[in-house]
């Protein structure tokens, strides 16, 4: 995906691969992704922080032993470091691993034109797109639904969703 001003907000929306010098934002994005949970648990910010490394931490080895060839990228806007988004790709889809967007780089459109993005890469190699969504966040499903994709497996904690090409009139508006 390319530097590339969308058409849903005024910024400047663009990956680049993720480099070792990353990590430390890479931490913090994760982090940011699981403050409302932590904010529920009585600990120290050492207790806090510690956690959120060692998750991150067995986070990154799962994905790289499970797709070795994924796409690990920092989203950046107006050049700015602004997230994370993890693509699989094999034979038959496209697999959304994980995409999160910092809070004060959220509600400008981001996720939308890098999803638009992904969907119209399926449409191109005729794949399937896919994702998995946590079943208590109603605004990750409302906001897959809107893009048109549909839930095709449903495994208590998490909800399969997928978009399939040339099935959806979401995906042209």
């Known amino acids: 995906m390319s530097d590339s001003t969308n058409n849903e907000s005024p910024v400047s929306v663009s990956l680049r691969p993720v480099t070792p010098a990353d990590r430390e934002f890479l931490v913090a994005v994760y982090g940011g992704t699981r403050a409302h949970e932590l904010a529920q648990v009585d600990w120290d910010p050492g207790q806090k922080e510690a956690f959120v490394r060692w998750q ?19 989203i950046l806007v107006d050049g700015v470091p602004a997230g994370r988004i993890w693509v699989g790709v094999d034979d038959k889809q496209m697999r959304l691993l994980d995409i999160a967007i910092m809070p004060q780089f959220q509600n400008r459109g981001v996720g939308t034109y890098l999803l638009r993005q992904l969907m119209a890469e399926a449409t191109e190699t005729n794949k399937v ?22 839930t095709f497996e449903d495994l208590g904690g998490y909800k399969h969703m997928e978009w399939v090409p040339g099935q959806s009139s979401t995906a042209a508006s």
């Open 129 to 150: 797109l896919r994702h998995m969504v946590f079943v208590l966040n109603d605004d990750a499903h409302r906001f897959y639904e809107r893009l048109g994709f549909v």
């Open 56 to 74: 991150f931490e067995r986070q990154d080895e799962e994905y790289r032993q499970r797709y070795p060839d994924a796409r690990y990228d920092v």
